[in-house]
């Protein structure tokens, strides 16, 4: 099983709204990535964890928040969004974060309004 | 950091034919190198990956090549299918990030 669940399949928020994108994985990773990917374009890195501490921020702006509750979960928090942020964002996980493949969930496609 | 540059940014072939997408890098320090393939409104999925001690690897209709020294490496599909037709995305690892080449559309006509 190489299944990472990411919920909403797709959500559209105002600018002035929160909300949280969630990414699941039960194969046992002990590192978790947040990706973002504008559209006809690769995914570009946003945050890496590393069992479960944040160990790499790619300067992502604060309005977004990542989260890493426990070694099957990761969250992504956002608010005060800008129009241009809207885009497919994806979640990856790999049994470490230095070796192993990574696996990528189905993502969560975003429009903010 | 690193560069990984993709060619062709599309391909299109008949079915039956062979795809080659090709691949190079930049950063000595990367050692993997996986290859994923994308749907449209889906995520990546990883087809088939090749780490930095390895010249070869094949996988049934699919193979990567590895040049270490002249930092690059391609992806071959043999017996091209209609359900090929996809992005490829090739990448490179250093340390814990991975760096994806632009992608390569991937159009097999039957």
């Known amino acids: 099983d190489t299944e990472v669940t990411q919920t909403p399949k797709h959500l559209v928020m105002g600018m002035t709204n929160k909300k949280s994108l969630k990414c699941e994985q039960h194969?046992?990773?002990?590192?978790m990535y947040w990706y973002k990917q504008k559209a006809k374009k690769p995914p570009e890195l946003m945050f890496v964890?590393?069992?479960?501490?944040?160990?790499i921020n790619e300067s992502v702006p604060s309005r977004f928040s990542p989260e890493c509750p426990n070694s099957s979960l990761l969250n992504l928090h956002l608010h005060a969004l800008q129009p241009e942020d809207s885009a497919l964002y994806l979640c990856?996980?790999?049994?470490?974060?230095?070796?192993?493949?990574?696996?990528f969930g189905q993502g969560t496609r975003l429009t903010v309004v | 950091g690193e560069n990984v540059e993709q060619h062709p940014s599309t391909l299109s072939v008949q079915e039956g034919d062979s795809a080659v997408i090709k691949c190079t890098y930049s950063?000595?320090?990367?050692?993997?190198f996986p290859w994923y393939k994308q749907e449209l409104g889906k995520g990546p999925q990883l087809i088939i990956d090749?780490?930095?001690?390895?010249g070869e690897k094949k996988d049934q209709r699919i193979a990567v090549t590895l040049n270490k020294t002249a930092k690059h490496f391609s992806l071959h599909i043999t017996e091209t299918q209609p359900e090929d037709s996809a992005v490829y995305f090739c990448?490179?690892?250093?340390?814990?990030?991975?760096?994806f080449g632009k992608g390569t559309m991937l159009l097999v006509s039957p």
């Open positions: 990856a996980s790999s049994q470490e974060p230095m070796t192993g493949r990574a696996f």
């Open positions: 950063d000595s320090a990367s050692n993997y």
């Open positions: 090749i780490r930095s001690n390895v």
């Open positions: 194969m046992g990773h002990r590192a």
């Open positions: 964890y590393s069992y479960e501490k944040l160990s």
């Open positions: 990448a490179a690892r250093r340390y814990s990030t991975l760096t």
